[in-house]
């Protein structure tokens, strides 16, 4: 046993980190609600506003955590844990904003049908890790809870890819236009990267059960 890890049987953990991971995911839900909903809007540009407001208060909590993280001494669980879920949560914010500004930037002709799939998957992917969050700081009573929303977040990284790939198919088949092609093509690669990385941050939480158990 490491000098870490005996100390921690008798130093207080600093708990002072889960209203954070909590502030966060509860904004990386607001963010993935407004990109669902944009999808089905006339208004691109005010959710993209929005969206962006989000990330920069996801921003704020990155660094927060950061400064939280190089202060304490003992901490809830490894402190590498604890960095790689920041930056894990971090990245699917900047994708979902990746997602909306590109919208607004490359203006598609259309919104098609499916980034609307593909944003539903990410806005309940969202839902899913901030109940996983939310249980984290009960990890121990918490880990079947904790575990049931990171298989529901691999569920929806599967059923993205399917409906990523059906939609690059039929883009590939029915666009006539290489612009339009070009356009909507990197915005599905956003979209379904997106999804890939909420898989990333429950990983780094089944990491983390087992490091405490």
């Known amino acids: 046993m ?57 921003d704020e909590i990155t660094i927060k ?9 003992i901490t809830p669980f490894d402190r590498e844990d604890i960095h790689e879920l920041t930056a894990s949560i971090d990245d699917v914010m900047d994708s979902i904003n990746g997602v909306s500004r590109r919208i607004c930037l490359y203006k598609p002709k259309k919104l098609i049908a499916v980034y609307t799939e593909l944003s539903e998957m990410i806005y309940n992917g969202a839902l899913e890790i901030e109940k996983a969050i939310h249980c984290l700081k009960n990890a121990g009573d918490d ?27 039929e883009l590939f088949d029915k666009e006539e236009d290489p612009k339009e092609l070009l356009k909507n093509n990197k915005i599905l690669e956003i979209l379904e990267r997106c999804v890939d990385e909420q898989e990333d941050v429950t990983d780094t939480l089944k990491t983390i059960l087992i490091k405490l158990a």
């Open 2 to 58: 490491n000098i870490d890890k005996f100390l921690k049987f008798f130093v207080p953990k600093d708990h002072s980190f889960f209203p954070l991971f909590e502030a966060d995911v509860e904004n990386l839900v607001k963010a993935a609600e407004l990109l669902k909903k944009m999808m089905l809007s006339t208004d691109t540009e005010e959710h993209e506003r929005l969206i962006r407001e989000y990330e920069h208060k996801g």
């Open 65 to 73: 955590t950061y400064e939280q993280l190089n202060k304490s001494f």
């Open 143 to 169: 880990k079947n809870e904790i575990m049931e929303a990171c298989a529901k977040v691999k569920e929806y990284e599967h059923l993205a890819d399917e409906i990523y790939f059906k939609g690059v198919s």
